[in-house]
């Protein structure tokens, strides 16, 4: 069985310059089966309802603005696949949760730029499922939940985001060696809860992780992990690190 992952997928320039990243992903893409299809939760993706992406070829969009030209010519042509679209609406509607197909949704930078360093031959069919952020991460961790019996049908789940998220306080010209104290020490809380399963605590994050709001003034990079959390077991840590100073790019996996 495939394991759900946490991704915390950086700058969108990490397509080209993957850092330590660029290794640790392809690195865990060698070591697991090769999943039939993938299925991800982007941070890029909020809506006020479940949607899941149902073409059968979705584009590539590049949902950023002022990076190099390089960056835009970057193509991930991973196909889509609506037969798992639609059992994945299925599952998270007799869950409780209604979900419906949208057909003209693209593939944002939180799904292809990692998946770009994981499966660079973009063979692999791919699956987005939006982000209702505004109803916090116990939905989340029920979405994993719903949908975590995909993993026996070698689907691969992907929570996308990062561990911190304060753009407004990186240091653009800080080295890896760099890390700032308070988003070390949330960064450092979060794996401790993990490695516990203390889910109460998570799910309760904003009012108990020290420095949450300045790691995360807005909830959408953080929920992604409830989504690998709900739909995996046992956590461990794949990949720590940092850029900019504070922008954290853990990758997690939960067995």
């Known amino acids: 069985m495939l394991p759900s992952l946490f991704i915390s997928h950086g700058s969108p320039m990490l397509a080209l310059q993957p850092g330590a990243s660029g290794p640790a992903l392809a690195g865990l893409a060698n070591s697991l089966a090769r999943p039939k299809a993938i299925v991800v939760v982007s941070a890029h993706w909020e809506s006020r309802e479940l949607l899941v992406t149902?073409?059968?070829?979705?584009?590539?969009?590049?949902?950023?603005?002022?990076f190099p030209q390089a960056l835009y010519a970057v193509q991930y042509p991973a196909p889509g696949e609506p037969a798992l679209a639609g059992q994945a609406c299925a599952l998270l509607t007799a869950a409780g949760l209604p979900a419906r197909l949208d057909p003209q949704r693209p593939f944002d930078h939180g799904a292809w730029v990692p998946l770009s360093l994981m499966y660079p031959d973009a063979s692999i069919?791919?699956?987005q499922v939006s982000l209702p952020s505004h109803l916090g991460p116990a939905l989340q961790l029920k979405v994993g939940q719903a949908l975590a019996s995909l993993r026996d049908q070698g689907v691969l789940l992907i929570g996308s985001g990062s561990i911190t998220h304060s753009l407004g306080e990186l240091d653009w010209?800080?080295?890896?060696?760099?890390?700032?104290?308070?988003?070390?020490?949330?960064?450092?809380?979060?794996?401790?809860?993990?490695?516990?399963?203390?889910?109460?605590?998570?799910?309760?994050?904003?009012?108990?992780?020290p420095n949450a709001v300045r790691n995360h003034p807005s909830d959408e990079h953080f929920l992604p992990l409830f989504f690998a959390l709900g739909a995996g077991g046992k956590f461990a840590v794949v990949h720590?690190?940092?850029?900019?100073?504070?922008l954290g790019m853990d990758i997690y996996r939960f067995d």
Not at 54 to 66: A, L, Q, V
Not at 174 to 183: L, R
Not at 240 to 246: P, V
């Open 54 to 66: 149902g073409s059968e070829r979705p584009e590539t969009w590049h949902d950023f603005y002022g």
């Open 125 to 127: 069919p791919v699956v």
């Open 173 to 209: 010209h800080a080295g890896p060696e760099v890390i700032e104290p308070w988003a070390r020490v949330f960064r450092d809380w979060v794996v401790e809860k993990l490695q516990v399963d203390d889910q109460a605590a998570l799910l309760d994050y904003r009012q108990q992780a």
């Open 240 to 246: 720590q690190g940092f850029t900019l100073g504070a």
